[in-house]
């Protein structure tokens, strides 16, 4: 449904992604795992055309072209049916969270404002928000946020949604709730790909896990199987620390 | 003894009543001239400054290098020269204005240059992120810079804009120079008619801290105004789409 061949993508002459294949089928839920500057981020971003990829072929539905001939009214087409969660929210600081939900119903997609409003109230309420509707942005915790901004993403009827490390920027014990939506859209059968470094998410939720290395796909399959039991020696590597790190905290 | 008393109680006298007597032949030349040429020169200069910014930010070649010229220009020469050449240097071209026309324009193609400025660092502060998720909701460009960037920037060019409307305020006071009879120059005369100098310009100084003071006051109270903060809309019927929702909220759990 969405991906990748082939991916390449440098930063001057810094390779981060060296010739990546990615795939999310419809209804399944993929979760990206890898130290920081192994590339997850940039992968994402890139599929969302936040960043502009050097090489490859993108694919989209019906959609099958090299990913440097896209144009800029396909890749508008193709952000219309995909949601996007940013690591830091990114909420619109001049809107109420009810505002930022409608948005994209009533600006991008003309949508009639009551039809958008009760859609949104709907969307706000799935994430346990609706009392904080008229809140800006400033006046909600950093958890709060994210459920606005997931909202946000689900308001347009996306068919994959791709989450950029939703809770990292959150205290850890605002994480729980953002993972609670999560968890909830993953059984709702919700596409998604989800840049985490949540293995117990990843573990229970992810139908496949992708571990990633220095811009290369390591270790690929099961999430169960992959967290449990690793093949490559990198992935153990790499599990081993995540869980000293966990322990600690 | 009695004398020198007799001679300051006659000076306080005049200086009183000089005073009081010009105070109105001031404010007219402030509140017809000072004001229109500060509210005028600002309004076109806002609008200018708007498009130079934009312009550069959108990068929109040629037209950006050409407002970069331009901001050198007129941020690198005196504002009294600017006057001079639009007043005096353009009649040789055969382009002629009346003073209280060239002002404006001089006031306002100064401050495009400041502020576009302004605007443009406005502008390049808001935070990535927030064209980013612009786009990915689906909207183009013009719909993010609209409904995102220019809100946003507005607030923060808010505060060094109305600075520059207070400078601008004073800096009008530059346009007696090219023979426009605003306030500064009508002191300047009151003044060479009593012989009274410290005084005149020390009341036409007391009426401009006076305008300056009232658009301070105007500015706090817009900036409380624009803070996103506190819910808004509390309709009943935001109220009755809320009950559904968190009726539906429950149920889904």
Request: aromatic residues 10%.
């Amino acid at each position: 449904m969405l991906g990748v061949k082939n991916l390449h993508k440098s930063f001057g002459s810094n390779q981060v992604l060296k010739g990546i294949d990615f795939e999310v089928n419809e209804g399944e839920v993929v979760a990206i795992i890898g130290s920081s500057g192994s590339g997850k981020t940039t992968l994402l971003r890139c599929m969302a055309f936040l960043e502009q990829a050097n090489d490859g072929i993108f694919i989209f539905d019906d959609l099958k072209k090299d990913i440097r001939s896209i144009s800029k009214k396909e890749i508008k087409d193709i952000r219309m049916k995909m949601g996007f969660v940013f690591q830091s929210f990114n909420l619109f600081r001049n809107m109420t969270a009810l505002q930022n939900v409608m948005e994209g119903l009533t600006t991008a997609r003309k949508v009639d404002k009551e039809t958008a409003k009760r859609k949104s109230m709907e969307m706000l309420a799935k994430v346990g928000m609706s009392d904080r509707a008229n809140y800006y942005p400033d006046q909600l915790s950093g958890g709060q946020q994210q459920r606005v901004a997931i909202a946000r993403a689900l308001a347009t009827d996306p068919e994959v949604i791709l989450f950029d490390e939703p809770t990292s920027a959150l205290d850890p014990e605002l994480t729980g709730e953002v993972l609670e939506v999560m968890v909830k859209l993953a059984r709702e059968g919700t596409t998604m790909v989800v840049v985490t470094h949540e293995m117990e998410f990843a573990r229970n939720v992810a139908d496949r896990v992708i571990f990633m290395e220095n811009g290369v796909v390591v270790e690929e399959g099961e999430a169960k199987k992959v967290l449990s039991d690793p093949k490559e020696e990198a992935t153990r590597r790499f599990l081993r620390r995540i869980l000293r790190k966990e322990e600690e905290e | 003894m009695e004398n020198i008393f007799l001679h300051f109680g006659d000076r306080f006298v005049r200086i009183v009543t000089i005073l009081i007597e010009s105070f109105p032949k001031l404010l007219v030349p402030c509140l017809k001239i000072t004001i229109t040429l500060t509210l005028f020169s600002f309004f076109f200069g806002l609008i200018l400054a708007l498009i130079i910014a934009l312009v550069q930010v959108a990068d929109i070649k040629g037209l950006k290098q050409f407002a970069r010229f331009y901001v050198w220009i007129f941020r690198g020469t005196p504002l009294m020269l600017q006057l001079f050449i639009i007043f005096y240097g353009l009649p040789s071209f055969g382009i002629f204005f009346n003073g209280y026309i060239a002002a404006i324009i001089a006031f306002s193609l100064n401050l495009a240059a400041y502020n576009s400025e302004i605007i443009r660092s406005a502008i390049q502060a808001v935070p990535v992120g927030q064209t980013e998720a612009g786009y990915m909701i689906g909207l183009n460009y013009f719909q993010v810079m609209v409904r995102i960037v220019l809100p946003q920037a507005a607030r923060i060019a808010f505060p060094p804009l109305f600075s520059s409307l207070i400078g601008l305020t004073k800096d009008t006071s530059l346009a007696s120079s090219i023979t426009v009879v605003e306030m500064m120059s009508v002191a300047k005369r009151i003044a060479a008619v009593y012989y009274e100098p410290f005084w005149m310009y020390m009341e036409a100084g007391f009426i401009y801290l006076m305008i300056c003071t009232i658009l301070t006051k105007v500015q706090s109270s817009f900036e409380k105004s624009m803070e996103w903060k506190q819910p808004t809309d509390t309709s009943t019927e935001m109220e009755a789409l809320k009950g559904e929702s968190i009726r539906e909220d429950r149920g889904l759990r």
